[in-house]
């Protein structure tokens, strides 16, 4: 579903395609429901997700904050007139200089889940509170993150006993059960792993990640029933209260806020199959159709429809955007046509590679 504000900027003079246009009182909407169904938490949107500064502002008047990756999403984010303090630095993998970047502009929040990292927090970002973040046995995500994060619970532990010897905070865990999670039960997992470490060494703060899904073709749980699922998990672990949640949505937030216009280049018979290509593609703002993992909404106008195949411009031939995943498009589909892209404010834009085959990154208005 797109908002009414969207479908008054396509009734209007537009810009060439492709184009992601973003209403931001949806993301607004979106960081208020999260706090009505998960109370008294904190939450941190994922700036990756799409770091439009005015979705960034957007989040900031809802009452979020923000999980930070690099320095220019510190940058970003402080330029909206987010505090040091509604920051938390989220990636595991960072620089000793990027350390030192955001502890000197007050970011005194940070996600670990390596010794090595820990020795570098120690140094550049002395005194600062610290999660360990946590490996999780979850259902298959969409994207999932494989191993490429986190620490085993017995490693997690030391982390924490080690951090306070460095004179860091060490402040709690955290964990991802993987972006675009269809199975609420994923948090069960992950909010009693946590629970092992909190017997040994106590916390304040559980950061539970990001992950909650959005509808696009195939239908996820409501917010709400992902709410439910994280008390419940919270109240069968914690039977003696739960710490402070952290929350890092992303997907959540930002992705119904979006819907990408895009033009029909060329229509073709291949191979037994009608071939559509776009003018946007893998390279241009739909990097998670990689797998075919997120199959999103298309919209191409009425009239008898059947199967297709569909590409992005580029010359590669990764830039197949669908082939295992049936789709159907009107069979009066021509070169001009528009089709337009459902729920996509989410990882597009951001995705989007400078100028492959010198085609510009997605460019993104936003209303609101
Ligand atoms: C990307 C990311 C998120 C956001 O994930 P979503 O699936 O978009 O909610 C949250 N936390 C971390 C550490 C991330 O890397």
Known sequence: MSSDRIRRFLAGQLPPTPFLVVDTDVVTERVREFAVE??????FYAVKANPEPAVLGAVLAAGGGF??????????CLAEGAKPEQLSYGNPIKKPGDIAFAFDRGVR???????????????????????????????????????????????AVRLLRRAAELGLEPAGVGF???????????????????????????FRRLNIGGGFGI??????????????????????????????LALEPGRAIVG??????????????????????????????????????????????DGERGPVVIAGPTCDGDDVLYQHT???????????????ILDAGAYTASYSSVSFNGIEPLRTYCLG
């Open 67 to 76: 999980d930070v990756a690099s320095p220019a999403e510190i940058t970003a």
């Open 326 to 340: 049936s789709y159907e498009l009107p069979l009066a589909l021509k070169a001009g046509d528009t089709v337009d």
């Open 109 to 155: 929040s940070f996600t670990t889940d390596t010794g090595a990292d820990l020795e570098q927090l120690a140094r550049h970002a002395p005194g600062a509170a610290v999660t360990v973040r946590m490996v999780v046995d979850a259902p298959a995500s969409a994207t999932p993150f494989g191993r490429k994060f986190g620490a085993e619970p017995a490693d």
């Open 256 to 301: 119904r806020a979006g819907l990408i216009r895009s033009e029909v280049v060329l229509v073709a018979q291949r191979g037994g199959h009608r071939w559509v290509y776009l003018d946007i593609g893998r390279y241009n703002g739909l990097a998670e159709t990689e797998n075919e993992a997120i199959p999103y909404r298309l919209e191409a106008g």
């Open 176 to 202: 991802h059960v993987g972006s675009q999670q269809p199975d609420p039960a994923a948090w069960d997992a992950g909010i009693a792993a946590a629970a092992k470490v909190f017997a040994e060494v106590p």
């Open 215 to 244: 509808t696009y073709r195939a239908p996820v749980p409501s917010l709400a029933t992902y709410a439910t699922a994280v008390r419940d998990a919270l109240d069968a672990h914690f039977p003696a209260g739960a710490p402070e």
């Open 38 to 43: 998960l109370p008294h938490s904190l939450l």
